[in-house]
Nanobody
Framework: VQLQASGGGSVQAGGSLRLSCAAS????????MGWFRQSPGKDREFVAA??????VTEYADSVKGRFTISRDKGNVFLLMNSLRLEDTAIYFC????????????????WGQGTLVTVSS
């Protein structure tokens, strides 16, 4: 079972990136999916999550209006617009039963991280 994150890279402030998380080994179509990030010296933090059917999304206040989470069955995406220096982090995808589980840290599977670097 694997969640493979990709799409990270270096971008200037104000730019955009689209992260992808592909599932393999099992289907995650019945699970909530989410994105977390971790900056150097900081704890891993919740970024965004989406229900199994894509009907409900939730975002951290710091990314609302700039990031959009979406999914196609077991794959999940994060479109990041208007990137800021403080968005620099390693981004991880994750699966859980429900969004509330993701936000509470009850993670079933973690993907490996993809690095996003925002420069001025």
């Amino acid at each position: 079972v694997q969640l493979q994150a990709s799409g990270g890279g270096s971008v200037q402030a104000g730019g955009s990136l689209r992260l992808s998380c592909a599932a393999s080994g099992r289907t995650f179509s019945a699970n909530a999916m989410g994105w977390f990030r971790q900056s150097p010296g900081k704890d891993r933090e919740f970024v965004a999550a989406i229900t199994f059917n894509g009907g409900v999304t939730e975002y951290a206040d710091s990314v609302k209006g700039r990031f959009t989470i979406s999914r196609d069955k077991g794959n999940v995406f994060l479109l990041m617009n208007s990137l800021r220096l403080e968005d620099t982090a390693i981004y991880f995808c994750a699966s859980g039963r429900y969004i509330v589980d993701l936000r509470a840290g009850r993670i079933d599977y973690w993907g490996q991280g993809t690095l996003v670097t925002v420069s001025s």
